[in-house]
């Protein structure tokens, strides 16, 4: 696949000092408009009943199918109404520090490429739809808008107090594999589900992965896998739940990681409220 482990150490030539480049909405070639096209009718054959309320609401609300990757001056003025957020382009993977600077000033930065016709099921490096459809949509939900700019900020901290391996486990959790318990069922509010056709159907139906109620502490020391679908998902009750789990001071909670050991992906541990036990089949058979 292409370069997508590169990762730039210094803003690329044409990127201003922030890693911001222009989307040059123009310059996209209509296969690449009709590559956001085939996924999102695809998404949208699988999300109903899938993906929350929340992250559905906010996809309507922003009007993402109006033919062909979003055109970012129509769309941020619909998201910085709703919640003062806007959406920039980069490059690719920003260096951590850029990237939390941007989610604590309300800004979420979007690759401004799209993946080509042969990567359409997976590809590693985020693109414009994992970015804008997958993320978007839920920043215009108040708490959860509020909990994005919170982790930009906490992302600082952590950076300067040498937590950010255990800080990023729960974005992790929460913004890219999360589901909620909405009451009627479990249901995605996670990009990285969201974003992917075969994972949205795997996190809330297959037996395979463990579901676990949310956590904060627990998340925290909980590795994950970038490389195939979860093996646990955390489940919240609710956005304003997350947003005032993190509300509180992680001083503390880091002073006590310190001293506690990592855990399994598939551990259960005595005090998990498991809402599904998981087989692990999927992954016990080799996985993708
Ligand atoms: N850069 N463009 C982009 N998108 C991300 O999601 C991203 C990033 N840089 C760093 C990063 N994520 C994470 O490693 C941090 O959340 C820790
Ligand atoms: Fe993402």
């Known amino acids: 696949m292409a370069d997508f482990e590169h990762v730039f150490q210094s803003p690329p030539e044409g990127a201003a000092a922030d890693w911001t480049i222009s989307q ?15 996924l999102y009718a695809r998404q949208m054959e699988i999300l109903p009943g899938r993906a929350s309320d929340a992250f559905l609401k906010g996809l309507s609300a922003l009007d993402l199918n ?6 970012f001056a ?15 382009c980069v490059p690719g993977l920003v260096p951590d520090e850029v990237f939390f600077d941007h989610l604590a000033n309300r800004r979420f930065p979007s690759g401004q490429f799209i993946r080509r016709p042969d990567q359409l099921d997976y590809l590693q490096e985020p693109d414009i739809f994992h970015d804008v459809f997958g993320h978007v949509p839920m920043l215009t939900d108040p708490d959860f808008a509020d909990y994005m700019q919170a982790y930009g900020k906490g992302g600082q901290r952590a950076q300067s107090l040498g937590m950010l391996k255990n800080l990023a486990r729960l974005y992790w959790y929460t913004v890219e ?24 159907v795997f996190a809330v139906e297959d037996p395979s992965p463990n579901r676990i109620a949310f956590d904060l502490e627990r998340i925290m020391r909980t590795d994950y896998r970038i490389d195939d679908f979860q093996q646990v998902y955390f489940v919240i009750p609710s956005i304003e739940a997350l947003n005032d789990a993190t509300l509180e001071d992680f001083g503390p909670i880091y002073d006590r990681l310190k001293g506690q050991s990592d855990i399994g ?17 999927y992954a016990d058979k080799g996985g993708r």
Request: no cysteine; aromatic share 10%.
């Open 66 to 71: 109006t033919g062909g990757i979003p055109d």
């Open 74 to 88: 129509l769309m941020n003025p619909k998201l910085k109404a709703l919640t003062g957020w806007t959406v920039v």
């Open 24 to 38: 040059n909405w123009r310059a996209y070639t209509q296969v690449e408009h009709d590559t956001w096209d085939t």
């Open 177 to 200: 594999f999360g589901l909620i318990d909405q009451g009627d069922g479990l249901r995605i509010y996670g990009a990285g589900i969201v974003s992917s056709a075969s994972e949205s």
């Open 265 to 281: 992906i598939t551990a259960i541990q005595p005090y998990d409220r498991v809402i599904t036990r998981g087989t692990q089949t």
